[in-house]
């Protein structure tokens, strides 16, 4: 399993905020946006991950993320020079790719919930097709929503509809087996001038190769790309941490956990942040080992 992390993109609907920062390094509650879908990426089992960034922002993201060898990781970058949709992303590392399976997320999402740990674990070990994951939400016309079959097997995927089939929405996480890179060069763009992930899923579906996860209500997504999502966010994740009394989206915390850096690796990078609460934490950590 590989990963790749789309970070690109303009952030319009945060302007302007992010005139002068790539919203992805924008602070959620206490840690930088990217974490959080950069773990989802770490769960799923992607040790190495290719993060897409827009053109002069690669050094930001080089300097908070590094190489990830602290956290056991292969990080590489690439850059997207314009907005041309999520599913230009397999196209952009199609060498880093080869015909490797592959998790995609996108840079303002955020999931969280033991329901999501295990579906997702599950997700990781089917080797072909894809696999995307569900969401009931309230205005579920704001996303790609899916239609079902009376067997309740997914009939089609409609962008952004005026009248929405289900209230189900299709999140920014997706699994793809190595034929995403070829099916994706098969893409047209849509009439707003972009390939979209609706295409590449749909093509999928058309060939009875889409599976679809639907998460329990007790699961979280948050799409963190608007003023609303990111306060919502912020708030989130500081009472879900206050509840379970340990952080979401810590790169150290899921590289301890699934055996990528040791608990001395761990002692360095605490280290690294002096005595503040996060450096505090990341010992904490090697206490309960």
Not at 37 to 63: K, N
Not at 114 to 127: E, K
Not at 207 to 225: F, I, K
Request: glycine share 10%; charged share 25%; proline share 6%.
């Amino acid at each position: 399993m590989k990963g790749i992390l789309l970070a690109g993109g303009l952030g319009e609907r945060l302007f302007p905020i992010t005139r002068a920062t790539s919203k992805q390094l924008l602070p959620v509650y206490d840690k930088p946006m990217i974490f959080y879908p950069l773990c989802a990426l770490m769960q799923a089992g992607a040790r190495e991950v290719l993060i897409i960034v827009r053109p002069t922002e690669e050094d930001r993201f080089r300097s908070l993320l590094s190489d990830g060898s602290q956290w056991g990781m292969d990080i590489s970058y690439a850059i997207q020079p314009n907005p041309n949709g999520i599913a230009e992303a397999p196209l952009i590392g199609a060498d880093f790719l080869g015909d490797a399976q592959f998790a995609l997320a996108l840079g303002d999402n955020i999931f969280c919930g033991g329901d999501f740990d295990a579906r997702l674990a599950t997700a990781a070990t089917t080797s072909t097709g894809a696999t995307i994951f569900l969401k009931r939400v309230e205005e579920p016309g704001r996303y790609g929503v899916v239609e079902f079959a009376a067997d309740e097997r997914p009939r089609r995927i409609v962008e952004k509809p005026e009248n929405p089939p289900s209230d189900y929405a299709v999140t920014g996480l997706y699994i793809y087996d190595g034929d995403a890179v070829s099916m994706a060069r098969g893409l047209k763009p849509s009439a707003r001038g972009e390939l979209e992930i609706t295409d590449l899923n749909n093509a999928y579906l058309a060939r009875e190769r889409l599976s679809v996860v639907r998460l329990s209500d007790d699961d979280a997504w948050l799409d963190m790309g608007t003023p609303e999502g990111l306060l919502e966010a912020s708030q989130f994740v500081a009472s879900e941490q206050q509840r379970r009394g340990e952080r979401i989206g810590v790169p150290e915390h899921i590289g301890l956990r699934n055996g990528w850096v040791d608990a001395s690796g761990i002692e360095r990078l605490a280290a690294s942040y002096g005595d503040n609460d996060y450096g505090r934490y990341l010992r904490r950590l090697i206490g309960d080992v």
